[in-house]
DNA sequence: CCTATAGTTAGGTATTTACCTAACTATAGG
DNA sequence: CCTATAGTTAGGTAAATACCTAACTATAGG
C-alpha cells in the first residue's frame, strides 16, 4: 500500500485520483446516478453511449479513487458511492476558501495600518 | 466560445477542466499557495522540483480551468486564485451529497411501508 | 548601453487515457 | 442441458499529459 492511500485511510484513495475521477463527464454521469442509489453496470451504461468494455474502465477507475464500491451477486455486479471520498475532495476545497479568507484578513488588517 | 465556457459563466470553464487541474499535486500547491495571496511565476515554480516551462505549463492549464488569473506588469506576471471556480467544484459535490439524502429519505420511505 | 532577471516558445520523448472490437467466462432460467 | 444475459479480458489505436533542454524576448537597473 502506497503512503498516498495509507494517508488517505479506509478504502479512500489520494486526491489526485479523486479529482482525476471526477474531471470525466462520463464519470460524473456515473457518479450522479449512483447518488440516487445503487445500479448495476449495464444499468450506468445504458446512457453512456460507448461499448461496455468503455464504461468498466470507467468503473475501474472510479473503484480505484475510492468514489464507488461495487459488489459482485450471481452475475451482476452492483455499484454505490462511497460518500467518504467525496468529503475528502470537499474538505480540500474548503480548506483552500479557508486560507483564502484569512488572507483577506490578513490584508484588511495591513490595510489599517 | 464553446458551449462549456458558455454554460459557466464570467472566465470559468467547465468542470472537466476544474476537475482535471486539480487532479495534479503540482498544480494544488500552487492553488494552495495562491490562496494565501498572489504570487510571481517564479515564485510558484520555487518549491516545484521542475524545471520552469514545466511550471508554466501547470500555469496555463490552471488559467484555462478559471481556477487561476494572472496579468504581467513590466516582466513580471502576477498569480491569483479565482475563487469561483473552485465555487463550481464545490457546488458540484454538495449537489451530489444532496441527492444521496434524498435518496436516503426516499429509502426511509420505503422501509416505513 | 549592457547585463542579469523573468518569462516565453519550440520541439522532443515517455506515459497515460479514452476509446474500440473480438473473444471469453459465468450464471440465470426455461 | 442449453441459451441468453451480465460482465470480463485481451489487445490495439489516437490523442493528451507531463516532463525535459535549448534558444529566444523583454524589461529592470547599474
Known sequence: MNAAVVASGQGGASLDL???ALADPS???IVERLCRGPASVS??????????P???QHLQLLEA???VRSAKT?????CRINSTALDQAERWI???RSAMERAFDRLGDFLKE
Not at 444499468?43 to 461496455?52: D, I, K, S, T, V
Not at 450471481?74 to 452492483?78: D, K, N, Y
Open 74 to 78: 450471481g452475475r451482476v455486479r452492483t
Open 18 to 20: 479523486v479529482f482525476q
Open 65 to 67: 479513487s475510492g468514489l
Open 27 to 29: 464519470r460524473r454521469a
Open 94 to 96: 474548503s480548506r483552500r
Open 54 to 56: 468503455s464504461v468498466l
Open 43 to 52: 444499468e450506468l451504461a445504458q446512457p453512456l453511449e460507448m461499448a461496455l
